[in-house]
């Protein structure tokens, strides 16, 4: 039996096989009624990895030349003000999968244990190794244990700066959203009264 290739099923396949499976440009859900850049929405979308590469940049850089976790971090939580800024709290939820709290409390987690860890060897509190690699071709690595501490404050930074944006900016969003429902309701009663009783 021959059964026809152009049946609904197939139609809807073939037709969405070119279609991409996540948005990349635009933002996912936005509020109904606010107004949107294109053209800001699509650069800081370009913008944002870059500027993440340049915050974990510092974050390693920090041993030797200016940076650090903390300045690291603080460039990180830029990147997530610039999303915060281009779509609201929709784009900065797309943007991180997880709370902020448990971002805060890994940082915190995590530079505690490396803070406390040289105590368990006899040595003093955040007392610091330099690790040394020999790879092929890049010739001597270094790594201080610091960066590990480094790496808990730039977590601890990053969640800091999405808890104020999803605390503070959700206050200010709402704020916004009431003012539009009463200019709203002022025009429609405008209206009503300009008509008169029918």
Request: charged share 20%; aromatic share 8%; proline share 6%.
């Amino acid at each position: 039996m021959n059964q026809d290739a152009d049946t609904p099923a197939e139609q809807g396949l073939w037709g969405q096989w070119d279609q991409p499976a996540q948005r990349w440009l635009l933002a996912g859900q936005t509020r109904h009624g606010w107004r949107r850049s294109l053209l800001l929405e699509v650069s800081i979308r370009i913008l944002f990895p870059t500027v993440l590469v340049v915050s974990i940049y510092l974050l390693f850089a920090g041993h030797h030349d200016a940076g650090g976790g903390f300045s690291g971090g603080l460039v990180a939580g830029l990147a997530f003000v610039l999303r915060y800024v281009a779509g609201g709290s929709e784009e900065l939820a797309a943007a991180v999968r997880i709370s902020p709290p448990v971002v805060m409390g890994a940082g915190l987690s995590l530079a505690v244990l490396t803070a406390l860890t040289p105590v368990a060897f006899g040595g003093p509190v955040l007392s610091s190794e330099i690790w040394t690699a020999h790879p092929p071709l890049l010739g001597e690595l270094e790594l201080p244990s610091s960066v590990v501490f480094d790496a808990g404050i730039y977590l601890l930074v990053t969640g800091a700066v999405l808890e104020l944006l999803r605390t503070l900016g959700a206050g200010i969003e709402t704020r916004e959203l009431e003012e539009q429902v009463r200019e709203t309701r002022r025009d429609g009663d405008q209206r009503a009264e300009e008509e008169g009783p029918r």
